[in-house]
């Protein structure tokens, strides 16, 4: 065997190629993981979150409450020993059936934030409308110190974040109708610097420089125009609920800021004509009014939650989900839809809408966040933007003409508004 060559045994090594093959069964493995995560977390963000979780992360911002009207009526402003803990809807001894708002309700509604209305009757206008606007102003701010543990005065959009950090319901204030400044732009000035924050341009009464929904063919005029500039000026937000159509166009054609409607739905579902048409938007906000008669026009039938809902989804389906809020009107209607009869009632409209529902949006999370706040504090920021934006502009100085345009003529209108007569 001299003459055979050894044998030699060698050891097989792994090749490179398998290696490869592993790590590609090890990378597949991990995306696959990863893809399955990322369904988990999207459906987590499409309104899985339990309603009472996700108010808990975002402050519910109520664009229009009337409960300083109720106070005036049945109170006469008299607040010192009342105690708003208590069920007025039910007390006989009010009788108050627009009476849908108290402290305990507020805080299972889960409301981070509230628009509280001095609203004065269009019948104070040319007579002592400032001064009971002032009034109102005035009890709005001693309910809101009434109660140091429930509720905050704040007059900024970081302070309804600040409120809502320290467990305390943010409260703002709007004035309802453009009558309450008494066409004098020191009277706007003084009301902004009182803590006013939103203007509704109208009510149900003309004023000498703009029209309110029952004169259609009428806009501002050029003293409306310099209202319009100087709430810009100011960081004081444009409330277009109540204005005629052309208001409306007239308004958005020079803000430099964007709008909001605070208590207004959808005129497509329900043609009446406080509610507001699709056909211009400026990155502002709709805010779903819930007064049944804003809801469904002349219904022989209750409306619901449900029929809240479809204008909730009509107006995310025609402007974006970036655009629509919530605006109850609770207090200044004499009815509510059912399941949603009271300030109590609004973690159910966020259940509602996070269900899935065939031929419905979908509504996420991060969508279900927006509709409670967080499209009113980025409108909020907006009209602070674009103040800081001005704040080397003089105040205009406009007085309005003495012999204003007929059209402008201030004719009560309350007297025909009927059941949309509401506050």
């Given at each position: 065997?001299?003459?055979?060559?050894?044998?030699?045994?060698?050891?097989?090594?792994p090749?490179?190629?398998?290696?490869?093959v592993?790590g590609g069964v090890?990378?597949?493995?991990?995306v696959?993981?990863?893809?399955?995560?990322?369904?988990?977390?999207?459906?987590?963000?499409?309104?899985?979150l339990?309603?009472?979780v996700l108010?808990?992360?975002v402050?519910?911002?109520?664009?229009?409450?009337?409960?300083?009207?109720?106070?005036?009526l049945i109170?006469k402003?008299?607040?010192?020993?009342?105690?708003?803990n208590?069920y007025?809807?039910?007390?006989?001894?009010?009788?108050?059936?627009?009476c849908?708002t108290d402290?305990?309700?507020?805080n299972?509604?889960?409301?981070?934030a509230?628009f509280?209305s001095?609203?004065?009757?269009?019948?104070t206008?040319?007579?002592?409308?400032?001064?009971?606007?002032?009034?109102?102003?005035?009890?709005?701010?001693?309910?809101?110190?009434?109660?140091?543990?429930q509720?905050?005065?704040v007059?900024?959009?970081?302070?309804?974040?600040?409120?809502f950090a320290?467990k305390?319901i943010?409260?703002?204030?709007?004035?309802?109708?453009?009558?309450?400044?008494?066409?004098?732009?020191?009277?706007?000035r003084q009301?902004y610097?009182?803590g006013?924050?939103?203007?509704?341009?109208?009510?149900?009464?003309?004023?000498p420089w703009k029209?309110n929904?029952?004169?259609?063919?009428?806009?501002?005029?050029?003293?409306?125009?310099a209202v319009v500039?100087?709430?810009?000026?100011?960081?004081?937000m444009v409330?277009?609920?109540?204005?005629?159509?052309?208001?409306?166009?007239?308004?958005?054609?020079?803000?430099?800021?964007?709008?909001?409607?605070?208590?207004?739905?959808?005129?497509?579902?329900?043609?009446?004509?406080?509610?507001?048409?699709?056909?211009?938007?400026?990155?502002?906000?709709?805010?779903?009014?819930?007064?049944p008669?804003?809801?469904?026009?002349?219904?022989?039938?209750?409306?619901?939650?449900?029929?809240?809902?479809?204008?909730?989804n009509?107006?995310?389906?025609v402007?974006?989900?970036?655009?629509?809020?919530?605006g109850?009107?609770?207090?200044?209607?004499?009815k509510?839809?059912?399941?949603?009869?009271?300030?109590?009632?609004?973690?159910?409209?966020?259940?509602?809408?996070?269900?899935?529902?065939?031929?419905?949006p979908?509504?996420?999370?991060?969508?279900?966040k927006?509709l409670?706040g967080?499209?009113?504090?980025?409108?909020?920021?907006?009209v602070?933007k674009?103040?800081?934006?001005?704040?080397?502009q003089?105040?205009?100085e406009?007085?309005?003409?003495e012999?204003?345009?007929s059209?402008?003529?201030?004719?009560?209108?309350?007297a025909?508004?009927?059941?949309g007569?509401?506050?």
């Amino acid at each position: 065997f001299s003459d055979t060559p050894p044998i030699t045994v060698v050891m097989a090594k792994p090749h490179s190629k398998l290696w490869l093959v592993v790590g590609g069964v090890i990378l597949c493995a991990l995306v696959i993981i990863a893809i399955v995560l990322a369904v988990l977390l999207s459906n987590q963000d499409q309104g899985i979150l339990p309603a009472h979780v996700l108010l808990s992360q975002v402050p519910l911002i109520d664009g229009h409450n009337d409960l300083a009207y109720n106070m005036k009526l049945i109170l006469k402003n008299q607040i010192n020993e009342f105690d708003f803990n208590c069920y007025l809807q039910h007390n006989p001894k009010w009788n108050c059936s627009s009476c849908m708002t108290d402290i305990k309700r507020l805080n299972d509604g889960q409301v981070g934030a509230q628009f509280w209305s001095a609203y004065v009757p269009c019948s104070t206008q040319y007579h002592n409308a400032v001064e009971e606007t002032l009034e109102q102003i005035d009890v709005i701010k001693r309910f809101v110190h009434k109660y140091p543990k429930q509720l905050e005065l704040v007059t900024t959009a970081n302070g309804i974040w600040e409120s809502f950090a320290r467990k305390r319901i943010a409260s703002l204030i709007g004035v309802e109708g453009g009558h309450s400044i008494d066409s004098r732009l020191a009277v706007l000035r003084q009301m902004y610097e009182l803590g006013v924050r939103y203007l509704t341009l109208t009510h149900t009464c003309n004023t000498p420089w703009k029209s309110n929904l029952k004169a259609e063919n009428n806009g501002l005029s050029n003293f409306g125009k310099a209202v319009v500039y100087e709430m810009n000026r100011l960081g004081m937000m444009v409330d277009l609920s109540h204005v005629s159509h052309k208001t409306m166009h007239d308004v958005l054609n020079i803000t430099m800021a964007p709008v909001i409607f605070s208590h207004s739905s959808a005129y497509a579902i329900c043609p009446h004509h406080r509610n507001v048409h699709d056909d211009r938007e400026n990155g502002g906000i709709v805010m779903v009014n819930f007064f049944p008669e804003f809801v469904k026009f002349n219904s022989s039938k209750p409306v619901t939650i449900e029929d809240v809902a479809e204008h909730i989804n009509y107006i995310r389906l025609v402007t974006g989900v970036d655009h629509v809020g919530i605006g109850g009107d609770y207090d200044g209607v004499d009815k509510a839809p059912v399941g949603l009869e009271d300030v109590s009632k609004y973690p159910k409209l966020f259940e509602l809408l996070s269900t899935p529902q065939s031929g419905k949006p979908h509504w996420s999370t991060t969508d279900l966040k927006k509709l409670a706040g967080l499209n009113l504090l980025r409108v909020f920021k907006q009209v602070e933007k674009v103040r800081d934006s001005m704040s080397n502009q003089v105040p205009y100085e406009n007085l309005l003409p003495e012999k204003p345009d007929s059209q402008y003529k201030s004719v009560p209108m309350w007297a025909d508004c009927g059941a949309g007569n509401a506050y």
